[in-house]
């Protein structure tokens, strides 16, 4: 029977090592556990009568690994609802007691083909040969995040994997619950505004250009308004009709088209630059109504991701720096780095955030009586929930502003075009009669 040595924590957290004796590593680590151990690291020992077995054994591991470099290219990272079930299932899995190589090997078989599914094939084959699952998993961050990673180091080193990988669980999908809420209310305005743009363009390359030849055969003067039309019409049509500017190499609906895509690769080149990004994120949370909804979402965020990390038992400086990495903004990414600088020299949670005035006085409050009464992780889920519903009402009320002040522009809009294009024919009809 195989010998393997091992690495492991007993309760009172401190280092074990010893040598036990199992048919396969997962039967060791379940005899490791049964002693009141955790372990961090199992090898199976090597002995010379065994060259035989480990020669016979190397073909159908050269040949598992062979698959894992056959993967395909992935492009992005898995997506936070396949993250949310696969972490559900593996939080169910462990607290039915099952090892947790037979758990990563159960749930890959049920992944479909794609990223998720072979990063899992090498994590298993890492935790396999030793490593713990934190570890294991900390190599792969297009899959899980290095919040991810630090809660499942927290679950390990506790002996709570289980309870942890729940609450972790429950984090992303109240995460992604709000990520739907905004963007599921952002797609009605969004299609509006598309199909309305695509009409004003219709009838500015198509209507407005047979209107033109109409006026220039009458030969009549036509007012500003009119005129304006004519030349914006003609520089969306440029070259590609006899009435445009011949001179206008690329037609000015090229332009229109690609703006929205010039703004968005603008925007993301500018904000890799660390000056570029703090301009963007204050100046987005200085926008009026749009502003107050990101900063909501923000604190909801920072403070659900801080909270869990806390009462996973990750250290309070791990917990601030990782938060402050994964907020997404700048402004409370630099007030988070405040607070760990104060909280390492021993002072206040709460005065760096006052000071730095990106939240409301209550929640700055209720961090302040969080920390003196020793519950601070239940105070900072209490805010997000509080939050959270803040945002509801925020979605719900730019929604009901957006639809007036949509129809009005887009009333003002084919007004201004009306208007623009009858003024020359009311004037040619006064000229007749």
Not at 94 to 116: F, V
Not at 248 to 260: E, N, T, Y
Not at 292 to 309: D, E, Q
Not at 359 to 384: F, P, S, Y
Request: aromatic residues 6%; positive net charge.
């Amino acid at each position: 029977m195989p010998t393997f040595q091992y690495e492991a924590l007993n309760d009172a957290g401190k280092p074990q090592k010893g040598t036990i004796n199992a048919a396969t590593s997962d039967e060791a680590i379940a005899r490791i556990r049964s002693q009141g151990y955790f372990p961090t690291s199992v090898r199976e020992q090597k002995v010379k009568k065994q060259k035989g077995k480990a020669a016979a054994a190397a073909p159908t591991a050269a040949g598992k690994k062979k698959n894992w470099t056959e993967i395909s290219i992935q492009i992005g990272g898995v997506g936070s609802k396949q993250l949310t079930a696969f972490t559900r299932q593996l939080s169910t899995l462990q607290d039915a007691g099952l090892p947790i190589l037979r758990s990563l090997a159960i749930l890959e078989q049920q992944q479909k083909p794609g990223l998720l599914k072979d990063t899992l094939g090498v994590v298993h084959e890492d935790v396999a040969s030793g490593s713990s699952l934190s570890d294991a998993m900390g190599k792969h961050p297009k899959a899980f995040n290095k919040l991810y990673v630090k809660m499942i180091a927290a679950g390990e080193v506790g002996g709570v994997l289980d309870l942890i990988l729940q609450r972790l669980a429950d984090f992303l999908e109240k995460a992604a619950k709000l990520k739907r809420r905004i963007i599921s209310a952002m797609i009605y305005p969004a299609a509006v505004i598309t199909v309305a743009a695509v009409i004003v363009l219709g009838i500015m390359v198509l209507i407005v250009p047979k209107f033109i030849e109409i006026f220039e055969d009458f030969d009549t003067e036509m007012p500003p308004l009119t005129i304006f039309l004519i030349e914006f019409s003609k520089w969306l049509i440029g070259p590609m009709l006899s009435t445009g500017n011949p001179d206008q190499l690329i037609p000015g609906v090229v332009w229109v088209l690609a703006s929205p895509f010039i703004v968005f690769f603008g925007f993301k080149i500018i904000r890799k630059t660390k000056t570029g990004k703090g301009v963007i994120d204050r100046t987005i949370l200085f926008m009026p109504i749009l502003g107050g909804l990101i900063a909501k979402a923000t604190i909801a965020k920072f403070t659900r991701t801080l909270g869990t990390l806390v009462n996973a038992g990750v250290p309070i400086l791990d917990a601030i720096n990782i938060t402050g990495e994964t907020t997404g903004n700048n402004v409370y990414q630099n007030a988070l780095f405040k607070v760990h600088d104060s909280v390492r020299q021993g002072e206040s949670f709460a005065e760096p955030l006052r000071q730095a005035k990106v939240c409301d006085a209550l929640v700055v409050n209720m961090i302040d009586v969080g920390e003196e009464t020793g519950d601070l992780d239940k105070m900072l889920l209490k805010i997000a929930d509080n939050y959270d519903e803040e945002v509801d009402v925020a979605v719900a009320g730019l929604v009901s502003l957006l639809e007036p002040i949509m129809v009005v522009v887009l009333g003002g809009i084919v007004g201004f075009i009306v208007i623009s294009l009858f003024l020359p024919l009311v004037k040619l009809m006064q000229s007749v009669m």
